[in-house]
């Protein structure tokens, strides 16, 4: 059976697409075989033969080699906007049984599934679901991107609380730096280390791009 992680984050476009396809590069390395994950995507351009492309599909796509879209993104949606609005506007209602059934398919391929989720841990599915909801039907272990910046120790330490309180495991954290010079960045790395009880899997450095050799 594959090993599975939920990747969450601290906000929305804090690096959890950049730092999933630095993992998904460092497991295939080690000659794993490694699929991705993306359940929900709001947010996509139209393409020339009227097909909707999303930004990440694309790049997790691209990161583990994988083809089928719509095994890995059951849900797309066309409007940038949290996937409860998206759902609701679209007349869809995102069931999480169906992002299972697509998961097990996937995880029959694969020994690492790399599931990304959409903004962070309460972003809403629907009016009763949150991101959270997903990861603990998936039941996978956590990572935590993140967004190395003023603001995220609170940001970072508030869902390290909501995953354990979920039951969940955090299996890890990666600290990206999304700001090019975030004042006192060792300060804040070493607080969160600190705090953060499980590993440091990844820093990214801002701007440049991360080799999982370097
Ligand atoms: N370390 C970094 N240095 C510079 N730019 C970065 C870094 N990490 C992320 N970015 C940029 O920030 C933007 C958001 O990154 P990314 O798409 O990985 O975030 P996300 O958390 O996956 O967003 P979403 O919530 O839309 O899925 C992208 O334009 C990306 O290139
Ligand atoms: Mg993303």
């Known amino acids: 059976m594959a090993q599975g992680y ?15 396809v630095q993992l998904i ?6 000659g794993k075989r490694v699929v991705a994950m993306k359940p929900i995507a709001s947010g996509c351009e139209v393409g020339a033969d009227g097909r909707w492309i999303n930004d990440d599909v694309e790049r997790l796509v691209a990161a583990s080699g994988q083809t089928d879209r719509e095994l890995m993104n059951p849900y797309r949606f066309l409007p940038a906007v949290s996937p409860h609005i998206a759902a609701q506007q679209a007349g869809v209602v995102i069931s999480l049984d169906t992002i299972k059934t697509h998961y097990q398919r996937l995880a029959e391929q694969a020994d690492v599934v ?21 990861a603990w039907a998936l039941d996978l272990p956590v990572i935590l991107v993140v967004g190395m910046r003023l603001g995220c120790i609170n940001h970072a330490l508030l869902t390290v609380q909501a995953i354990e309180a979920a039951g969940l495991t955090l299996a890890g954290w990666v600290a990206n730096r999304v700001v090019p010079d975030q004042p006192a ?14 590993p440091l899997l990844l820093e990214i450095p801002y701007g440049k791009e991360y080799s999982y050799q370097d």
């Open 6 to 20: 939920f990747i969450t984050g601290t906000d929305t476009e804090i690096g959890k697409t950049h730092s999933a």
């Open 185 to 198: 960045y060792e300060d804040n790395l070493a607080t969160l280390k600190a705090h953060i009880h499980s």
């Open 25 to 30: 590069g460092r497991w295939r390395s080690e």
């Open 114 to 134: 790399v599931v990304e989720g959409a903004g962070g841990w309460f972003a809403p599915l629907s009016d009763t679901l949150f991101m959270r909801d997903l």
